[in-house]
């Protein structure tokens, strides 16, 4: 696999970066199925695709601009930015934005469309908050950025899942001692196995067995009727028509907030792949992430994109260029 590349990190990486990005998907479809009431047909035609083709672009670039960083270091052990959909801003959107105003009105279409709009704004002020990124990095200390990033890591990011693993422990514990065994004590499994691969399959069948016997039920996902092959189409008029509409800008309370955070995420992410030893140049890295959030918003998703936390564990595990790759082509 070397010769295209794929080191044994890579797919370790893969799949822990995929599975993230699965579970933000699946968090999109059951969300906002249940609190926007978006229907099936728009999620699997529209939002999903739109989504797929923002995460292909931006894993795709973040890959490159790693590879260009390790030729121009001539280094080896450059790790790509991890990228995805932003579960902060996706929560933030649903609850705070998408679902109030389908409450309001009973308008599926209308609260799509106020999810665009924020989608879209979110991209812009990510966008130019690329050209003051790399003044406000030079001078915040890296302690007051990194101590506020663990902080949204452990709050919003790991105790869901945690709170998930322990609601389904039959399923769901094992696993997890599999990953703290695996990369904690750094144990190689024969075959040189990847140790995010065989924790997954570990849990899929522990999940079918228990099903099986009768001790488990699978969760149903909205919308699992419509499996086909939907491209990715430009919603712009739609977007663009409903800005004249008052209903998206009673919201600008949210969306600015939310913009500027995802502006100081993505800084804080940066200065994470710094401390691990991968210095990237804030305004590209930003501009794409900005320009990722705004395609997504012009073909149907309005779940913004961003850098991941997450960088040093990642090229702890080995991981280097082509895991970005592989996320980005497999997502989509």
């Not at 999620?43 to 292909?56: E, K, Q």
């Not at 990228?83 to 998408?98: C, P, Q």
């Not at 696993?175 to 399959?201: E, N, Q, T």
């Not at 039920?217 to 430009?234: D, K, M, N, Q, T």
Request: proline share 6%.
């Amino acid at each position: 696999m070397k010769r295209f590349g794929i080191q044994r990190g890579d797919i370790d990486g893969f799949f822990g970066l995929f599975i993230d990005n699965l579970l933000q998907l699946l968090l999109i479809v059951t969300l906002g199925t249940f609190v926007c009431g978006l229907p099936a047909e728009l999620m699997a035609a529209t939002i999903l695709p739109a989504a797929g083709v923002s995460i292909l672009a931006g894993n795709l670039f973040y890959a490159w601009q790693a590879r260009r960083l390790a030729r121009q270091e001539g280094r080896d052990d450059v790790t790509a930015l991890p990228y995805g959909i932003n579960t902060v801003s996706l929560i933030a959107y649903i609850f705070l934005i998408m679902g109030p105003v389908y409450r309001q009105t009973g308008d599926v279409t209308l609260a799509w469309k106020a999810g665009l709009l924020a989608c879209l704004f979110s991209g812009v002020i990510e966008s130019l908050g690329a050209f003051v990124g790399g003044a406000v990095r030079k001078y915040t200390p890296r302690a007051a950025l990194l101590s506020a990033l663990a902080g949204v890591a452990i709050t919003f990011i790991s105790m869901g899942f945690v709170f998930q693993i322990f609601a389904n422990p039959v399923v769901g514990v094992i696993p997890m001692v599999l990953i703290f065994l695996f990369y904690a004590s750094r144990l190689r499994l024969p075959l040189s196995l990847p140790g995010g691969m065989v924790a997954v399959l570990v849990g899929v069948v522990l999940a079918w067995v228990m099903r099986g016997l009768g001790w488990y039920e699978f969760s149903p996902v909205p919308g699992a009727g419509h499996v086909g092959l939907h491209l990715p189409h430009p919603v712009i008029g739609e977007l663009f028509s409903f800005m004249a509409s008052p209903a998206g800008w009673a919201y600008l309370s949210v969306i600015i907030p939310m913009g500027l955070f995802n502006v100081i995420g993505s800084l804080q992410c940066l200065e994470s792949a710094e401390a691990a030893g991968d210095r990237y140049e804030t305004r590209p890295s930003l501009l794409m992430n900005g320009a990722g959030t705004i395609v997504g918003a012009f073909l149907g998703s309005p779940f913004p994109t961003t850098i991941y936390i997450g960088h040093p564990g990642w090229k702890a595990m080995g991981a280097r260029q082509s895991y970005s790759t592989l996320n980005g082509i497999v997502t989509a």
